[in-house]
């Protein structure tokens, strides 16, 4: 499966942006969709995900309140509502599908079929 990340762009602080993550096929076996960013010279970090059967959702302590992640009826797209943003925002987000267990949820290693990658920059 091929994941095509969107969405990102150059905002202020205080604004929004809403990332897209389409999957080149609706039906592949996952138990999360995620997203994860990396600034420069940084690892990448969790930012968010969501379990496929029952859609929990689940957030980094730094965008909770701020993020939501959700996915469409058809199940092939994934979003991020970017609120708030603020420049430690800035960094390259990608999506990712697992196949791990609950409680790796966060970790990027268990994440497969990543998207190129959309840059958000947020100005101060």
């Known amino acids: 499966v091929q994941l095509q990340a969107s969405g990102g762009g150059l905002v202020q602080a205080g604004g929004s942006l809403r990332l897209s993550c389409a999957a080149s096929?609706?039906?592949?076996?996952?138990?999360?969709m995620g997203w994860f960013r990396q600034a420069p010279g940084k690892e990448r970090e969790f930012v968010a995900c969501?379990?496929?059967?029952?859609?929990?959702?689940y957030y980094a302590d730094s965008v909770k309140g701020r993020f939501i992640i959700s996915r469409d009826n058809a199940k092939t797209t994934v979003y991020l509502q970017m609120n708030s943003l603020q420049p430690e925002d800035t960094a390259v987000y990608y999506c990712?599908?697992?196949?791990?267990?609950?409680?790796?949820?966060?970790?990027?290693?268990?994440?497969?079929?990543w998207g190129q990658g959309t840059l958000v920059t947020v100005s101060s």
């Open positions: 096929v609706s039906s592949f076996s996952r138990t999360f």
């Open positions: 990712g599908a697992s196949s791990g267990i609950l409680s790796t949820y966060d970790r990027a290693d268990m994440y497969h079929s």
């Open positions: 969501i379990r496929w059967r029952g859609g929990n959702t």
